[in-house]
């Protein structure tokens, strides 16, 4: 016997549903009765609608446990689409018959409660239509870049977790006990991205990323995923036009498809629409005049913080490039700037709004001994190295790359105020459970 086919609740909002027979199944999002007559609020992936049910159609042994569900119990209903005014879209379903599959303990969950409580209830709290609607918007961005880069014929590659190396050395790595050895877990797949490149030109990861970030700033996770994208035959301008497009091609593709949980989330769709190259560009040493006009006195050589970066951004609603950071402040592998040994051809992509860095991005060094020299200066040691190095060795050619923080540009495109709200189980410094 084959099992009961099911409509989905979308159905019942079909043009030609009026009058038809459906059977439902979700979970419950509240009840009520009176006067004999059962509401019954039910949720499924496709919608809400309301379900009443009288207790003389129904019998009272089926209506007394439908009244008794708790809120995210599970039933399956069956009944007839119907018109009604006063329910929300317009129509509900007469239910013929109420089974109840689980009826539920009292859910802890309701309005009110301490962000705190929330996080520690995550695995319910994730039930909400808010949360859903924060889930559908960032399979819809994952989708759109991997359309992108499929697009622009770049594969996408699996690079490790694990791994003997720190890419970036030092303080934010996570390190375990590889048996008995030092492991650690990936802060980038860049160094790994960089190998994959030679058989493959443009290569991209989308992988968890984990710093061990002491800093406990609303735009720092513990682990985020990381779109990582090398690409060959590749300089700074060349760069910026690519990480340009994939922006608005990506931003206008979920506004497309996703404008209902954008406008529900306090994201008009018309704001990324609106969103058009060319993004404007700053070199680090104009952006810091600009700063000291703006009250944020910064020497040349000092990092721009999350007050600098916001200063920058505020009032703007475009993305924001900046080049030519001091190389003092950035990664060994980035290329020294040919007309200014103080400077690298890199650039970080900044959000509107003062939503800050979303992407950092560089031309890698290509001179091995400059690498090397880097190396030493963060402290590092170069045989750690060396299959890094031998990239250098076998077909060097100049090439370039960024590292693209999913959450963080959620984290603006829906207008969060912690990054911790775009992603299902976030985890920080003080949290990685549930
Ligand atoms: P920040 O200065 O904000 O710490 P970063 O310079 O350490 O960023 P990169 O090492 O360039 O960042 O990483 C590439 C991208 O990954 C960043 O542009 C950002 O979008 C994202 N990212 C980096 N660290 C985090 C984090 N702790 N949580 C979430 N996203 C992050
Ligand atoms: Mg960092």
Redesign the pocket.
């Known amino acids: 016997m084959s099992a009961p086919s099911f409509d989905a609740v979308a159905r019942v909002f079909a043009p030609d549903a009026l009058g038809a027979t459906v059977r439902l199944r979700g979970w419950v999002l509240r009840t009520r009765s009176s006067g004999g007559i059962l509401f019954l609020v039910l949720r499924d992936r496709t919608g809400v609608v309301q379900v009443t049910g009288r207790r003389d159609a129904l019998g009272d042994e089926v209506f007394t446990a439908a009244e008794h569900v708790q809120i995210e119990g599970a039933v399956s209903v069956e009944g007839t689409v119907a018109e009604d005014r006063r329910a929300p879209d317009g129509r509900e379903v007469r239910a013929s018959r109420i089974a109840v599959i689980d009826s539920g303990e009292p859910f802890p969950i309701f309005s009110g409660q301490t962000e705190e409580f929330l996080l520690d209830q995550r695995h319910l709290a994730i039930r909400s239509q808010e949360n859903v609607a924060i889930f559908r918007v960032k399979a819809e961005l994952l989708r759109a870049f991997r359309e992108f880069l499929d697009r622009e014929d770049v594969l996408e590659m699996t690079p490790p977790i694990l791994s003997g190396n720190a890419a970036?050395g030092g303080a934010e790595a996570f390190q375990f006990d590889y048996f008995g050895r030092p492991g650690y877990l990936s802060?980038?797949a860049q160094l790994y991205l960089e190998a994959l490149l030679f058989p493959s030109e443009r290569v991209y990861g989308l992988t968890p990323?984990f710093?061990a970030?002491k800093s406990r700033t609303p735009?720092?996770?513990?682990e985020?995923l990381?779109l990582e994208i090398e690409l060959a035959w590749c300089d700074l301008d060349g760069l910026i036009d690519f990480i340009e497009r994939m922006m608005v091609a990506v931003l206008h593709a979920v506004a497309e498809r996703r404008p209902k949980e954008l406008k529900a989330l306090g994201r008009p769709p018309e704001e990324l629409l609106a969103i058009r190259a060319p993004f404007e560009r700053v070199r680090y040493s104009e952006a810091i005049d600009r700063l000291s006009k703006l009250g944020f006195p910064v020497q040349f050589g000092s990092d721009l913080g999350t007050a600098e970066e916001r200063a920058l951004t505020l009032e703007s609603t475009s993305p924001l490039f900046v080049t030519h950071y001091p190389r003092e402040l950035k990664?060994f592998y980035m290329l020294r700037s040919p007309d200014d040994p103080r400077t690298v051809e890199a650039t970080?992509l900044l959000g509107p709004e003062g939503y800050?860095?979303?992407?950092?991005a560089s031309c890698r060094e290509t001179d091995i001994d400059r690498l090397k020299e880097r190396i030493g200066q963060i402290g590092a040691k170069t045989e750690e190295y060396e299959w890094y190095l031998d990239l250098r060795r076998h077909g060097n050619i100049p090439h370039a790359g960024?590292?693209?923080?999913v959450?963080?540009v959620l984290r603006w495109m829906l207008r969060r105020e912690h990054?911790r709200d775009t992603t299902p189980f976030p985890r920080t410094p003080s949290r990685h459970t549930p």
Do not use: K, M, P
């Open positions: 970036e802060q980038t990323s710093r970030e735009r720092h996770l513990t985020f990381n990664a970080d800050g860095e979303i992407v950092g960024f590292g693209l923080g959450e963080r990054i």
